[in-house]
């Protein structure tokens, strides 16, 4: 059984730093695309970051571009993102998710949910103007 667990959120103020991470386990995670997601009260899922099995490639959602990171530790079976510069619209729940395919993800399908199949509980972010 897959497991997707995140933390790392908080109430911070805007400008300043955020690093959530997610800790995987029941499957070969190092295999495997991973993605960020949120979904702030009232609205949709939306995407926000995704890397693939490697590290070597990402994409991004044009709103946080230059602002956050995301990246991976597949020794530690644990996907990272790193934001910088909050900004009140950034609040919000964020989940990592593990992508059904193995090996890479294509950036026309990074940003699609269905792509992925395991999601985490997922972690409040919440930024103060």
């Known amino acids: 059984q897959v497991q997707l667990v995140e933390s790392g959120g908080g109430l911070v103020q805007a400008g300043v730093s955020l690093r959530l991470s997610c800790a995987a386990s029941?499957?070969?995670?190092?295999?495997?695309?991973m993605g960020w997601f949120r979904q702030a009260p009232g609205k949709e899922r939306d995407f926000v970051a995704a890397i693939n099995w490697n590290g070597d490639t990402s994409y991004y959602v044009h709103s946080v571009k230059g602002r956050f990171t995301i990246s991976r530790d597949n020794a530690k079976n644990t996907l990272y993102l790193q934001m910088n510069n909050l900004k009140p619209e950034d609040t919000a729940v964020y989940h990592c998710?593990?992508?059904?395919?193995?090996?890479?993800?294509?950036?026309?399908?990074?940003?699609?949910?269905?792509?992925?199949?395991?999601w985490g509980q997922g972690t409040q972010v919440t930024v103060s103007s």
């Open positions: 998710a593990m992508s059904s395919r193995y090996g890479g993800l294509p950036e026309s399908a990074a940003a699609t949910g269905s792509e992925y199949d395991y």
């Open positions: 029941g499957r070969t995670y190092s295999n495997y695309a």
